[in-house]
T-cell receptor
Framework: TQLLEQSPQFLSIQEGENLTVYCNSS?????LQWYRQEPGEGPVLLVT?????EVKKLKRLTFQFGDARKDSSLHITAAQPGDTGLYLC???????????FGAGTRLTVKP | GAVVSQHPSWVICKSGTSVKIECRSL??????MFWYRQFPKQSLMLMAT?????????EQGVEKDKFLINHASLTLSTLTVTSAHPEDSSFYIC???????????FGQGTRLTVV
């Protein structure tokens, strides 16, 4: 079983602040996905990163994949109340067919 | 993104009965489907991985005789919770992917309540 660590698990900030969520593993990812989940719904894919050192942007969200492909981060700039939700990283590893999730980061942005 | 439909969205059943949950990929052929379970305020826990036409691979601690998974076609997988008990109450989510190097897309989840 691959261990995928995600931190922090809970984050409560004021509107306009920045934040970073981290996801890492002791093994090399073949690819890593970031999802966002609203209560009572399935996760929705935000981005997939594959190449070491890759940086992808989605409006105010910036996703980075570590050079060694063992870690990734999600940075949100000027957070808004609409960003509130559960953010999940999920990874595939080369020696495993499964996709497994981190513990999730429950973000609350207060107006 | 691709569309994965899960049905039903919610179900209430009596203890001891069985419940079937369907997961369909609507616009692509899913060679692999995953089933997850999610408790309140927690992340998704992988229950099993199923490849079309073969037996599902269950995670350690997941009873395969209780959670029956069938992936009979490239667009449909089913999860049957047999002899359900209140502790089986949870949010069950499926995902599907076309190939091993492509993203997985999720259904909207099924809220199961066993009374």
């Amino acid at each position: 079983t691959q261990l995928l660590e995600q931190s922090p698990q809970f984050l409560s900030i004021q509107e306009g602040e920045n934040l970073t969520v981290y996801c890492n593993s002791s093994s090399v990812f073949s690819s890593l996905q970031w999802y966002r989940q609203e209560p009572g719904e399935g996760p929705v894919l935000l981005v997939t990163v594959v190449t070491g050192g890759e940086v992808k942007k989605l409006k105010r969200l910036t996703f980075q994949f570590g050079d060694a492909r063992k870690d990734s981060s999600l940075h949100i700039t000027a957070a808004q109340p609409g960003d509130t939700g559960l953010y999940l990283c999920a990874g595939y590893w080369y020696n495993n067919n499964d996709m497994r999730f981190g513990a999730g980061t429950r973000l609350t942005v207060k107006p | 993104g691709a569309v994965v439909s899960q049905h039903p969205s919610w179900v209430i059943c009596k203890s001891g009965t069985s419940v079937k949950i369907e997961c369909r990929s609507l616009d692509f052929q899913a060679t692999t489907m995953f089933w997850y379970r999610q408790f309140p305020k927690q992340s998704l826990m992988l229950m099993a991985t199923s490849n079309e036409g073969s037996k599902a691979t269950y995670e350690q601690g997941v009873e395969k005789d209780k959670f029956l998974i069938n992936h009979a076609s490239l667009t449909l997988s089913t999860l049957t919770v047999t002899s359900a008990h209140p502790e089986d109450s949870s949010f069950y989510i499926c995902s599907a992917r076309f190939r091993s190097d492509t993203e997985a897309f999720f259904g909207q989840g099924t809220r199961l309540t066993v009374v």
